[in-house]
């Protein structure tokens, strides 16, 4: 089965710094990339996602990319903000998994003021 | 579009007792999806369903079952509850076509 492996486990920035979260999958049948953020006491919730027919996805202030080759994805967050705080987690979608995420271990992200 | 609901939010059971989970999807999902999180074992899949049908199922024992109704809302179960089932229990819906998964608030289960 599909192994997601998250680096770093917590990761503390400046308000203002970029923060790189990274992932690596093992199966090469997966082509969805999701990442999600956690704040306490919530549920995760979906901040962006990846396809693996695709290199690179930004929304505003978050970004993502994808090496299929190397098997790696990593989440970028630029100009961090205090509410960016939370637990982000990666995960993987192989093909003919149906709704079977396979999630990395979390990264707590920090943004100090 | 309200988001996906999952009831009751805090739950309290002894062990060997046996509790029964609720989740509504976002209105127009068809598919929803179980997993347990806890500081241990992160989050782990435990089962999917679609129209009814279990399509999935995660690497969990027996005492775990689900079902899903026609109107798309669907249950949990855990049966002889054991400490380990302590977890934080989340639900996630989406529509056909789509791999996107939202998840709801999620159900805290403390078994003592």
């Known amino acids: 089965g599909e192994n997601v492996e998250q680096h770093p486990s917590t990761l503390s920035v400046q308000e203002g710094d970029s923060a790189v979260i990274k992932c690596t999958y093992s199966d090469s049948a997966s082509n969805y990339f999701p990442w999600y953020k956690q704040e306490l006491g919530k549920g995760p919730q979906l901040i962006i996602d990846?396809?693996?027919?695709?290199g690179e996805k930004k929304d505003q202030r978050i970004a993502v990319t994808l090496n299929k080759t190397a098997k790696h994805f990593s989440l970028h967050i630029t100009e961090t903000q205090p509410e960016d705080s939370a637990v982000y987690f990666c995960?993987?979608?192989?093909?003919?998994?149906?709704?079977?995420?396979?999630f990395g271990g979390g990264t707590r992200l920090m943004v100090k003021p | 579009k309200a988001g996906v609901t999952q009831t009751p939010r805090y739950l309290i059971k002894t062990r060997g007792q046996q509790v029964t989970l609720s989740c509504s999807p976002i209105s127009g999902h068809r598919s929803v999806s179980w997993y347990q999180q806890t500081p241990g074992q992160g989050l782990q899949f435990l089962f999917e369903?679609?129209?009814?049908?279990?399509?999935n199922k995660g690497n969990f024992p027996g005492r775990f079952s689900g079902r899903q109704f026609s109107n798309s809302r669907s249950e949990m179960n855990v049966s002889t509850l054991e400490l380990g089932d302590s977890a934080l229990y989340l639900c996630?819906?989406?529509?056909?076509?789509?791999?996107?998964?939202?998840f709801g608030p999620g159900t805290r289960l403390t078994v003592t």
């Open positions: 996630a819906s989406r529509t056909s076509g789509s791999y996107e998964q939202y």
């Open positions: 995960a993987a979608l192989p093909r003919e998994a149906g709704n079977m995420l396979t």
């Open positions: 369903y679609f129209s009814e049908t279990q399509r």
């Open positions: 990846i396809r693996s027919n695709v």
